[in-house]
């Protein structure tokens, strides 16, 4: 990225308070920690903190330029004052976007957006260079850097947009202006803030806002309110799942200890696919990647043989063998339908010994906090799963649902390892999984040393 002050504080609607307007910008940052030659920083304040306070730490490690909600001069250095930070940070994004006309694939969803995220572009990575949203940088500031991020070389752009209250997603879709979109699921993630899962997929869906005749909107067509879609003629829409009416389907599925095969119908082809995962929903994610990639121009071989290179992201259903057990590492966060999604892959593994889920708390539910606990209890016992740890206050309601004699309830992640050595044996398979703020990767760092 190069733009020039004078460019900035055009698209930003700001003020230059001092310094030059020739200077050039390559890259944008909220962490002062990670300025260097050519940044600028973007100070925003947070709950605890106001970064304002860092502008000039940020000069002396070489920043080129800062944003800023205050009036403040610092000689040569050039500093543009704006209403808010954010909002400027995300104007300038979606001016540097408009300066490109490649394919852009949004993604959206309760769950699953960063997986779809990565096999999406590693489908398409068999024909362009793809710029990809890296970790989770899905927020009202990392989608805005991540569009920023977009450079000459790049030929598919593949974003992943998240949401947790209402008007966000307009927002962020003002910036990324998608071609093309996709929607992994409708569940109950921010409910606390959206109230229903209709207001869910009414805010998601302002990811099509910017999608024209040409584009298309991919959703999971298993889902009760995404299917629903195809009947209001707003935009093409094509769906993906297990279903008899997807357009583009999954069938004759097979979990090896190495991944899943199924078969894949979509416009006429009848492939077989080998996605390196399990769980229906990863099977959902190779579909997706498959049509998206074929509607794009990947041939269908590059396309598979890219899906099947694929690698689960860190922390996210990542299996790991120890020297005598199995452990299933989903510990970087939670919902209803992740934490579902889990519980069927924990089921389904091929391993001789016990089965044990270790569920944390799920954050952010809201009213509906106690009853998806304990939705997700019986799921986890109509699923034969063997033993039930639960961690944290209303993980007592995951007990509760499980209803077992072997489970168990603790308040920290401590009490929990300690009992889990006593009744792990060769061959088990424990699957770990809560909310970011539980800090479940302590247990798999315990289980894994």
């Given at each position: 990225?190069?733009?020039?002050?004078?460019?900035?504080?055009?698209?930003?609607?700001?003020?230059?308070?001092?310094?030059d307007?020739?200077?050039?910008?390559?890259?944008?940052?909220?962490?002062?920690?990670?300025?260097?030659?050519?940044?600028?920083?973007v100070?925003?304040?947070?709950?605890?903190?106001?970064?304002?306070?860092?502008?000039?730490?940020?000069?002396?490690?070489?920043?080129?330029?800062?944003?800023?909600?205050?009036?403040?001069?610092?000689?040569?250095?050039?500093?543009?004052?704006?209403d808010?930070?954010?909002?400027?940070?995300q104007?300038?994004?979606?001016?540097?976007?408009?300066?490109?006309?490649?394919?852009v694939?949004?993604?959206?969803?309760?769950?699953?957006?960063?997986?779809?995220?990565?096999?999406?572009?590693?489908?398409?990575?068999?024909?362009?260079?793809?710029l990809?949203?890296?970790?989770n940088?899905?927020?009202?500031?990392?989608?805005?850097?991540?569009?920023?991020?977009?450079?000459?070389?790049h030929?598919?752009?593949?974003?992943?947009m998240?949401?947790?209250?209402?008007?966000?997603?307009?927002r962020?879709?003002?910036?990324?202006?998608?071609?093309?979109?996709?929607?992994t699921?409708?569940?109950?993630?921010?409910?606390?803030?959206?109230?229903?899962r209709?207001?869910?997929?009414?805010?998601?869906?302002?990811?099509?806002?910017?999608?024209k005749?040409?584009?298309?909107?991919?959703v999971?067509?298993?889902?009760?309110l995404?299917e629903t879609?195809?009947?209001?003629?707003?935009?093409?829409?094509?769906?993906?799942?297990?279903?008899?009416?997807?357009?583009c389907?999954a069938g004759?599925?097979?979990e090896?200890?190495?991944?899943?095969f199924?078969?894949?119908?979509?416009k006429?082809?009848?492939?077989?696919?080998?996605?390196?995962?399990?769980?229906?929903?990863?099977?959902r994610?190779?579909?997706?990647?498959?049509?998206?990639?074929?509607?794009?121009?990947?041939?269908?071989?590059?396309?598979?043989?890219?899906?099947?290179?694929?690698k689960?992201?860190?922390?996210?259903?990542?299996?790991?063998?120890?020297?005598?057990?199995?452990?299933?590492?989903?510990?970087?966060?939670?919902?209803?339908?992740?934490?579902?999604?889990?519980v069927?892959?924990?089921?389904?593994?091929?391993?001789?010994?016990k089965?044990?889920?270790?569920?944390?708390?799920?954050l952010?539910?809201?009213?509906?906090?106690?009853?998806?606990?304990?939705?997700?209890?019986?799921?986890?016992?109509?699923?034969?799963?063997?033993?039930?740890?639960?961690?944290g206050?209303?993980?007592k309601?995951?007990?509760?649902?499980?209803?077992?004699?072997?489970?168990?309830?603790?308040?920290?992640?401590s009490?929990?390892?300690?009992?889990?050595k006593?009744?792990?044996?060769?061959?088990?398979?424990?699957?770990?999984?809560?909310?970011?703020g539980?800090?479940?990767?302590?247990?798999?760092?315990?289980?894994t040393?």
């Amino acid at each position: 990225m190069k733009l020039k002050i004078s460019e900035i504080v055009k698209a930003s609607q700001g003020k230059l308070l001092c310094g030059d307007e020739n200077t050039t910008v390559t890259a944008f940052s909220t962490d002062s920690r990670n300025v260097k030659k050519g940044t600028m920083f973007v100070p925003i304040k947070g709950e605890n903190i106001d970064s304002h306070i860092y502008i000039d730490s940020v000069f002396e490690n070489g920043a080129a330029a800062s944003f800023t909600e205050e009036m403040t001069t610092l000689g040569d250095n050039p500093v543009v004052l704006v209403d808010d930070n954010r909002l400027a940070l995300q104007k300038t994004a979606a001016y540097y976007r408009s300066q490109f006309n490649i394919p852009v694939i949004g993604i959206t969803g309760s769950a699953g957006k960063t997986s779809t995220k990565e096999m999406v572009a590693q489908a398409l990575s068999a024909k362009f260079n793809v710029l990809k949203t890296a970790k989770n940088q899905n927020s009202q500031v990392g989608v805005p850097v991540t569009v920023c991020g977009i450079k000459k070389e790049h030929e598919v752009a593949v974003v992943e947009m998240g949401i947790s209250m209402p008007g966000e997603m307009a927002r962020i879709a003002a910036v990324v202006k998608p071609n093309f979109a996709i929607v992994t699921n409708i569940g109950v993630s921010h409910i606390e803030y959206l109230k229903s899962r209709e207001n869910i997929m009414a805010e998601k869906l302002h990811i099509a806002d910017y999608i024209k005749s040409n584009g298309i909107l991919f959703v999971n067509g298993d889902d009760d309110l995404l299917e629903t879609l195809q009947k209001n003629g707003k935009h093409k829409v094509v769906t993906f799942g297990v279903g008899a009416n997807c357009d583009c389907r999954a069938g004759e599925f097979n979990e090896t200890e190495k991944g899943t095969f199924f078969s894949c119908s979509f416009k006429g082809e009848n492939v077989q696919i080998f996605v390196p995962a399990f769980g229906v929903h990863n099977i959902r994610n190779a579909l997706v990647s498959f049509a998206v990639a074929r509607t794009l121009g990947v041939d269908s071989e590059g396309a598979i043989r890219a899906i099947g290179a694929y690698k689960t992201p860190s922390r996210r259903q990542e299996i790991i063998k120890t020297d005598d057990i199995w452990v299933i590492d989903d510990s970087y966060n939670a919902s209803p339908d992740s934490m579902r999604g889990a519980v069927e892959i924990l089921a389904n593994h091929k391993a001789e010994g016990k089965k044990i889920a270790v569920l944390a708390d799920m954050l952010e539910l809201g009213d509906t906090a106690e009853k998806e606990h304990f939705s997700i209890g019986e799921f986890a016992a109509e699923n034969k799963i063997d033993y039930l740890v639960g961690i944290g206050e209303l993980s007592k309601f995951i007990v509760d649902g499980f209803n077992g004699k072997n489970s168990r309830h603790f308040n920290g992640n401590s009490e929990a390892v300690a009992y889990l050595k006593e009744v792990l044996q060769a061959g088990d398979t424990v699957l770990v999984k809560g909310s970011r703020g539980m800090k479940t990767d302590e247990i798999v760092s315990a289980l894994t040393k």
